[in-house]
T-cell receptor, first 112, second 116 residues
């Protein structure tokens, strides 16, 4: 079935370290791909998205490239900050089902 | 403009009790969704309202869950009777139009439910 698999956390990094959170997906159709972030005490917020193969989504220094050949959408940031500490969710949207499928979330802790 | 608001933000109830979660979507948003994340697992779709009608309730886990959206404004999600496995975060979201038409979905902060 349609699903998203992302690396388990928590991920603990020092400030200015490089971040990668892996995400792979299985989809019956041609999905759009998203990364959502939940900061402590807040709701889910859209971080970035990509709607077709080879598209790169980017926002706030984060990037992810839609790789159809490897069915992946890994999240990267070159230099993390303490304020990036949050839970990150990879998700796909299938237009024929009109719903999102989320991963289990990866908690990121960034230490000063 | 106010975002999607949910109430209560946290709730602790005993097994067998009833809990009602409320969601107020963004004004003017016809589409309202409920999702939940249980036991730290993936966030899963529960159901989708268009105005007061349920367009898709395929994700509702069982008949202990009842969602309503009378008048097409706010929505309630009732769990009766609550079981331990219902513990988790219940997210509400809304969009002005259908997501398949490119509309943006906005999520609330979630209602944290703990069943003891």
């Amino acid at each position: 079935g349609d699903s998203v698999t992302q690396m388990e956390g928590p991920v603990t990094l020092s400030e200015e370290a490089f971040l990668t959170i892996n995400c792979t997906y299985t989809a019956t159709g041609y999905p759009s791909l998203f990364w959502y972030v939940q900061y402590p005490g807040e709701g889910l917020q859209l971080l970035l998205k990509a709607t077709k193969a080879d598209d790169k989504g980017s926002n706030k220094g984060f990037e992810a490239t839609y790789r159809k050949e490897t069915t992946s959408f890994h999240l990267e940031k070159g230099s993390v900050q303490v304020s990036d500490s949050a839970v990150y969710f990879c998700a796909l949207f299938l237009y024929n089902f009109n719903k999102f499928y989320f991963g289990s979330g990866t908690k990121l802790n960034v230490k000063p | 403009e106010a975002g999607v608001t949910q109430f209560p933000s946290h709730s602790v109830i005993e097994k067998g009790q009833t809990v009602t979660l409320r969601c107020d979507p963004i004004s003017g948003h016809d589409n309202l969704y409920w999702y939940r994340r249980v036991m730290g697992k993936e966030i899963k779709f529960l159901l989708h309202f268009v105005k007061e009608s349920k367009q898709d309730e395929s994700g509702m886990p069982n008949n202990r869950f009842l969602a309503e959206r009378t008048g097409g404004t706010y929505s309630t999600l009732k769990v009766q009777p609550a079981e331990l496995e219902d513990s988790g975060v219940y997210f509400c979201a809304s969009s002005r139009g259908q997501l398949s038409s490119g509309n943006t979905i906005y999520f609330g902060e979630g209602s944290w439910l703990t069943v003891v």
